[in-house]
């Protein structure tokens, strides 16, 4: 597939595939991405009641599991994308990559997509993983129907721009510690709690613009529609393209200004 793309990218793109594959412990973690959504959707394929036409999610209970399955994807991207960028500066690496691909433009257009396939790839699999499972232990349980290709539709688009989102972060910090920091203190401590000083403030709706929350949305297709911390999926997949693009364009910038 690879060679199917711009020429002058290819080189690039080659030496940056060699890396993440690499990356140290990069079959393991493929490994955890797979458990977790074999355990996740199994456990809540299993624990699932009858569907329910007039209950949450609209797609039935058993789908619940794909929830958590394609977080620790976009988790998995987001962390891969850190190593693939910030642990060339950590490794004393970028001089000399920089040396080989001398065209900084080039260079952060392979940066940031090679983790983007890496991500859409953990997505896929887990994807497969879901769906074999729902086919297997789902039956009557879960409603095959646009809503649940929806679902899937969602995990496979927030794990690509969550790849971005970490790939820029590293791009842009230049370090693995300062970069993983950010991406894991933002989702389990700053952003968590923005979503209580805006429920004690009630202004829920501009939760709705944070990447965690769109991310919920974009995956949770309409399983919270009373919720004011979650925008309508059609707007969550803006709001997360847009922090992926602004992180990643951040990160590509760096790059072309960095001093080496």
């Avoid at 690879?2 to 393991?28: C, N």
Wanted: glycine share 14%; hydrophobic share 60%.
């Amino acid at each position: 597939m690879i060679d199917y793309l711009p020429t002058e990218l290819l080189p690039a793109l080659r030496s940056e595939l060699r890396k993440i594959l690499g990356v140290p412990g990069i079959g393991s973690a493929a490994a955890v991405v797979a458990g977790a959504a074999l355990i996740s959707t199994v456990a809540a394929a299993l624990t699932a009641g009858p569907l329910d036409p007039t209950g949450e999610p609209a797609t039935g209970a058993a789908s619940i599991g794909l929830y958590p399955a394609f977080a620790v994807a976009a988790l998995a991207a987001a962390v891969l994308g850190v190593f693939a960028t910030a642990g060339e500066y950590w490794n004393g690496g970028m001089p000399t990559t920089v040396l080989f691909t001398p065209n900084r433009d080039r260079l952060a257009a392979a940066k940031l997509a090679l983790p983007a396939a890496a991500g859409l790839a953990a997505a896929v699999v887990t994807a497969l993983i879901g769906v074999g499972v729902l086919v297997g232990l789902g039956r009557g349980k879960v409603e095959f129907g646009l809503s649940l290709v929806a679902v899937f539709g969602g995990g496979l688009f927030s794990a690509v721009c969550w790849a971005v989102i970490g790939a820029g972060l590293g791009l842009a910090l230049r370090s693995v510690a300062a970069a993983l920091a950010v991406l894991l203190g933002w989702l389990v401590l700053l952003e968590p709690l923005i979503w209580l000083v805006a429920r004690a403030a009630e202004v829920e709706g501009l939760v709705a613009l944070l990447p965690g929350s769109a991310t919920i949305s974009t995956v949770a297709v309409g399983a919270f529609p009373e919720s004011g911390f979650l925008a309508p999926t059609p707007a969550a997949y803006v709001v997360l393209l847009l922090w992926a693009a602004g992180l990643g364009g951040f990160g590509w910038w760096t790059l072309r200004e960095a001093e080496l």
